[in-house]
T-cell receptor, first 112, second 116 residues
Framework: RKEVEQDPGPFNVPEGATVAFNCTYS??????FFWYRQDCRKEPKLLMS???SGNEDGRFTAQLNRASQYISLLIRDSKLSDSATYLC?????????????FGQGTTLQVKP | DVKVTQSSRYLVKRTGEKVFLECVQD?????MFWYRQDPGLGLRLIYF???????EKGDIPEGYSVSREKKERFSLILESASTNQTSMYLC???????????????FGAGTRLSVL
């Protein structure tokens, strides 16, 4: 079983749609959670951290469910510029090495 | 702004050549990482370092070595390049400082290496 699993998609949605991505992780002791965004042929960039209480940044909402070991990302009112690959990322190292585990990513294509 | 700089965006080498990929970060981060990214396989960790002169193997270290002589610089070395090492190579750095910024990795723009 992969440590971090995501549906690779692609998700094809019209502009203005609401889309949700889910991600599951295998280590119940995982401590930190993130969503990264990667544009085509570019490097991954942090989109948002995911906190236990859930958090929102504009049109983006991230949720964490520790009991079920999944993380979600909700994008409201999709824009063409949201087209990218979204990476679910988990840190479960007990020490300070900062090692992260990346999911393979979910591809989103927003159409006019 | 955090800046992670990789020395080359594109590199073409021949089989058997020794290849050096350089990465420099300007945020005094303790941790540095080298990944490769291939279609369908996602990001795979090659090596990482949590301090000067310290290194740890990642998931796919075979055929690679690293060097961290200074805190800001982390080099990836392909001792004898092979065609299956053709890939996008990404360097990242992060801080161990407590707080909301802890463990967030910042990436360089990547080096697309082709081995012929």
């Amino acid at each position: 079983r992969k440590e971090v699993e995501q549906d690779p998609g692609p998700f094809n949605v019209p502009e203005g749609a609401t889309v949700a991505f889910n991600c599951t992780y295998s280590n119940s002791a995982s401590q930190s959670f993130f969503w990264y965004r990667q544009d085509c042929r570019k490097e991954p960039k942090l989109l948002m951290s995911v906190y236990s209480s859930g958090n929102e940044d504009g049109r983006f909402t991230a949720q964490l469910n520790r009991a079920s070991q999944y993380i979600s990302l909700l994008i409201r009112d999709s824009k063409l510029s949201d087209s990218a690959t979204y990476l679910c990322v988990v840190n479960d190292e007990p020490g300070n090495t900062g090692k992260l585990i990346f999911g393979q990513g979910t591809t989103l294509q927003v159409k006019p | 702004d955090v800046k992670v700089t990789q020395s080359s965006r594109y590199l073409v080498k021949r089989t058997g050549e020794k290849v050096f990929l350089e990465c420099v970060q300007d945020m005094d981060h303790e941790n540095m990482f080298w990944y490769r990214q291939d279609p369908g396989l996602g990001l795979r960790l090659i090596y990482f370092s949590y301090d000067v002169k310290m290194k740890e193997k990642g998931d796919i270290p075979e055929g690679y070595s690293v060097s961290r002589e200074k805190k800001e610089r982390f080099s990836l070395i392909l001792e004898s390049a092979s065609t299956n090492q053709t890939s996008m190579y990404l360097c990242a750095s992060s801080s161990i400082t407590r707080g909301v910024g802890k463990n967030i990795q910042y990436f360089g723009a990547g080096t697309r290496l082709s081995v012929l």
